[in-house]
């Protein structure tokens, strides 16, 4: 049985950080494009990062793009997710999630990916 789960959320200031983990079994996804997304009460889950195994590229939303980072240990089969500089909206459910199939460029879409986490709730006080 596949599994993501995430870790590392939690309660912090703005101007903070937290890194995010995202440890797989049942899969090897070291060859998959790997991406974070999160998700605010009423709203459609929202592209954050992505890490292509094709052309080993990462893409940012530009909302984070300078204050997150994706990166990925394969040896350890697991997806992290560095956010510095914290703001309140940021605040979301964090999911990763996984896209086993032939890459299509469309990282930033949810329905490309086919094995998702739990989430893990962030929220960035003021």
């Known amino acids: 049985q596949v599994q993501l789960v995430e870790s590392g959320g939690g309660l912090v200031q703005a101007g903070g950080s937290l890194r995010l983990s995202c440890a797989a079994s049942?899969?090897?996804?070291?060859?998959?494009?790997v991406g974070w997304f999160r998700r605010t009460p009423g709203k459609e889950r929202e592209f954050v990062a992505a890490?292509?195994?094709?052309?080993?590229?990462?893409y940012y939303a530009d909302s984070v793009k300078g204050r997150f980072t994706i990166s990925r240990d394969n040896a350890k089969n697991t997806l992290y997710l560095q956010m510095n500089k914290l703001k309140p909206e940021d605040t979301a459910v964090y999911y990763c999630?996984?896209?086993?199939?032939?890459?299509?460029?469309?990282?930033?879409?949810?329905?490309?990916?086919?094995?998702w986490g739990q989430g893990t709730q962030v929220t960035v006080s003021s």
């Open positions: 999630a996984a896209d086993s199939g032939v890459y299509s460029g469309n990282y930033y879409s949810p329905g490309v990916y086919d094995y």
């Open positions: 049942g899969r090897t996804f070291s060859r998959d494009t």
């Open positions: 890490f292509t195994w094709s052309g080993a590229r990462k």
